[in-house]
């Protein structure tokens, strides 16, 4: 009976590492409504401030529009309302274009993001911990001075925004 629960403690630590190497070590730390969220700084382009947003008939609700980036069409979008926060308030003031593979979008964000440099063990992984139900493209929680801010996965947000 040790020997299995041995076994299964060295299972559960493989998977646990793993799982591990999966996280980022360096992050961009997003303002959306007041809240906090984290990209891999690996799938961000840069940041500027808002360009001029030309709405298109359509498109799904999650995007304003698409804007002109250097000769460059990317959609803009405004996480708000697929996080289920605040619509209102003072509008973005930035943009932040992420990108995965041939994939770019501008995200709408309330202040200049933060680059920060994080350890694995800072992530709660288990997003149901943090709150009820998150978006799909919440893969978990960084857990920093106290308050958890939502890590987006940048693959899966594209894929919903397209959804």
């Given at each position: 009976m040790?020997?299995?629960?041995?076994?299964?403690?060295?299972?559960?630590?493989?998977?646990?590492?793993?799982?591990?190497?999966?996280?980022?070590?360096?992050?961009?730390?997003?303002?959306?409504?007041?809240?906090?969220?984290?990209?891999?700084?690996?799938?961000?382009?840069?940041?500027s401030?808002?360009?001029?947003?030309?709405?298109?008939?359509?498109?799904?609700?999650?995007?304003?529009?698409?804007?002109n980036?250097?000769?460059?069409?990317?959609?803009?979008?405004?996480?708000?309302?697929?996080?289920?926060?605040s619509?209102?308030?003072?509008?973005?003031?930035y943009?932040?274009?992420?990108?995965?593979?041939?994939?770019?979008?501008?995200?709408?964000?309330?202040?200049?993001?933060?680059?920060?440099d994080?350890?694995?063990?800072?992530?709660?992984?288990?997003?149901?911990q943090?709150i009820?139900?998150?978006?799909?493209?919440?893969?978990g929680?960084?857990?920093?001075?106290?308050?958890?801010?939502?890590?987006?996965?940048?693959?899966?947000?594209?894929?919903?925004?397209?959804?």
């Open positions: 040790a020997q299995l629960e041995h076994l299964i403690e060295v299972k559960a630590t493989q998977a646990s590492t793993e799982m591990v190497k999966e996280w980022p070590t360096r992050v961009c730390v997003l303002s959306v409504s007041g809240e906090s969220f984290v990209a891999d700084l690996k799938h961000v382009r840069e940041v401030e808002i360009m001029p947003v030309t709405p298109v008939p359509g498109m799904p609700p999650i995007l304003n529009g698409v804007a980036l250097r000769g460059t069409i990317v959609p803009v979008a405004d996480l708000r309302s697929a996080l289920r926060l619509v209102s308030g003072p509008p973005a003031k943009v932040v274009v992420i990108q995965h593979g041939d994939k770019t979008m501008a995200v709408l964000v309330d202040k200049l993001p933060e680059i920060c994080v350890l694995a063990e800072e992530f709660v992984s288990d997003v149901s943090a009820g139900k998150a978006p799909s493209f919440v893969r929680f960084w857990k920093q001075a106290g308050s958890l801010s939502g890590l987006l996965d940048v693959p899966a947000l594209l894929s919903y925004v397209e959804g």
